[in-house]
């Protein structure tokens, strides 16, 4: 019997640049699938993170959750029209096996405004725990640790 041979780093950094293309390319609704059924999400900033504060600009706790979020932003937010372009850094698996890994992928997200402004939106770490099934790769935990505490209050687009 063969075992599942461990996740990579470039099994990683592929799953990463195929998840900002979701969101960098506008197409939300395929956001929720890189994530398992029951899943977390939750965005924060280093300094919650240090202190190990659990609340987060954003949490949810199942793809369903993310389906909403996706939902509302289509349908019920009103916000200006923006777009994302994520810069991904190479990811340093923290621990593999056959089906699952843990990592660490730092993040930059530049925001283009409709007026053409352009701006680093946030920068950060992914902290994450991925697990392999049928469909591939997908998110059980996805922590987006942002470095700076001042957040847009319009957190409209995922990270």
Do not use: K
Request: charged share 25%; net charge negative; with cysteine.
């Amino acid at each position: 019997m063969n075992a599942t041979p461990a996740i990579t780093a470039l099994d990683l950094a592929a799953f990463n640049a195929a998840y900002a293309r979701a969101i960098d390319s506008d197409t939300l609704e395929a956001w929720p699938a890189f994530f398992t059924e029951r899943c977390r999400y939750r965005i924060t900033h280093a300094e919650a993170q240090a202190e190990g504060l659990p609340g987060g600009l954003v949490y949810a706790d199942s793809r369903a959750m993310l389906e909403d979020r996706i939902a509302a932003l289509r349908e019920a937010n009103i916000f200006e029209p923006q777009r994302y372009r994520h810069i991904l850094g190479w990811p340093h698996l923290l621990a593999a096996d056959g089906d699952s890994a843990q990592a660490e992928t730092p993040f930059a997200v530049v925001r283009t405004m409709h007026s053409g402004e352009q701006m680093v939106f946030a920068s950060g770490v992914y902290i994450d725990r991925l697990v392999r099934g049928a469909g591939g790769l997908r998110l059980a935990e996805r922590l987006v640790v942002c470095d700076s505490r001042r957040t847009d209050t319009l957190l409209a687009l995922p990270l």
